[in-house]
T-cell receptor, first 109, second 115 residues
Framework: GQNIDQPTEMTATEGAIVQINCTYQTSGFNGLFWYQQHAGEAPTFLSY??LDGLEEKGRFSSFLSRSKGYSYLLLKELQMKDSASYLC??????????WGAGTKLIIKP | DVKVTQSSRYLVKRTGEKVFLECVQD?????MFWYRQDPGLGLRLIYF???????EKGDIPEGYSVSREKKERFSLILESASTNQTSMYLC??????????????FGAGSRLTVL
């Protein structure tokens, strides 16, 4: 079957760096997405990786290794507003998205 | 700046009632999707549509139907609501399925409680 694994919850301190991991086993691969979802709000797009390597976008970076079935989202200079759930999703060979359960990130002052 | 609008944020219905969840997008996107989101689970696809009057079953279509009479509107219908359909329902849209990242834009969600 197809599976996306990510930690259920993580805690980090304001101003610090946190890495949220995502491992996947899917039928084919056509890109990996990270979305951010604040409580009670819509998920919003953060990043897209289709080739191996690091994609940097301001304080957020996303890394992909297709051979290892692994990605991470790196958040730097954490702010309180970064408290949210982070959803990892992989697009499979049928161009359907397979979603992880999300990682709830708690930022403490 | 709202791009995907779901008509109801919170609904409380009784078992057996017919429920309509409406979704409208203003980005002229071809593709529209209905997901449900439950604690501890990833988003699960109920139905999707790549064009007007077209619909495709997702992973969990049982107990649901959809309607897409206009490009901008995609409705989710629960013919006879049951308690196990209590959930957060998320509508999303995206541009052409075959091109690039094809990023989803989500609505704010409709939280349905079935008593």
């Amino acid at each position: 079957g197809q599976n996306i694994d990510q930690p259920t919850e993580m805690t980090a301190t304001e101003g610090a760096i946190v890495q949220i991991n995502c491992t996947y086993q899917t039928s084919g691969f056509n890109g990996l997405f990270w979305y951010q979802q604040h409580a009670g709000e819509a998920p919003t797009f953060l990043s897209y990786n289709v080739l191996d390597g690091l994609e940097e976008k301001g304080r957020f970076s996303s890394f992909l290794s297709r051979s290892k079935g692994y990605s991470y989202l790196l958040l730097k200079e954490l702010q309180m507003k970064d408290s949210a759930s982070y959803l990892c999703a992989v697009r499979d060979s049928n161009y359907q998205l397979i979603w992880g359960a999300g990682t709830k990130l708690i930022i403490k002052p | 700046d709202v791009k995907v609008t779901q008509s109801s944020r919170y609904l409380v219905k009784r078992t057996g009632e017919k429920v309509f969840l409406e979704c409208v997008q203003d980005m002229d996107h071809e593709n529209m999707f209905w997901y449900r989101q439950d604690p501890g689970l990833g988003l699960r696809l109920i139905y999707f549509s790549y064009d007007v009057k077209m619909k495709e079953k997702g992973d969990i279509p049982e107990g649901y139907s959809v309607s897409r009479e206009k490009k901008e509107r995609f409705s989710l219908i629960l013919e006879s609501a049951s308690t196990n359909q209590t959930s957060m329902y998320l509508c999303a849209s995206s541009p052409d399925a075959a091109s690039g990242a094809n990023v989803l834009t989500f609505g704010a969600g409709s939280r349905l409680t079935v008593l």
